[in-house]
């Protein structure tokens, strides 16, 4: 999960420290919603252990953040692009 948080982090230029706090700035709790979702994607972790990592935020948060990234991949194009670019990022670790 670190390594999917610090790309995020480069990718939309938005410190590590807020993307794990409790900030609602929309830029925010998208970087923070995109990480939520690869490390579910990408990693074994359960929801809860993704909630805890993310400053302790409930599991419910967290399904609520994947579900509302799958959303929004089947209607925006521009998202798919962002979340391809970030995974091929990762591959290069």
Do not use: W
Request: hydrophobic residues 35%; contains cysteine.
């Amino acid at each position: 999960p670190d390594d999917i948080v610090q790309t995020v982090s480069r990718f939309f230029n938005i410190p590590v420290e807020d993307i794990k706090a409790k900030k609602r700035q929309r830029a925010v709790m998208h970087a923070r919603q995109m990480a939520m979702y690869l490390c579910r994607s990408l990693t074994a972790m359960s929801l809860p252990e993704i909630g805890r990592y993310f400053g302790g935020k409930d599991h419910t948060t967290v399904l609520h953040s994947c579900r509302k990234i799958e959303s929004e991949l089947k209607k925006r194009s521009e998202l798919k692009r962002e979340l391809e670019r970030i995974q091929q990022l990762l591959q290069k670790h």
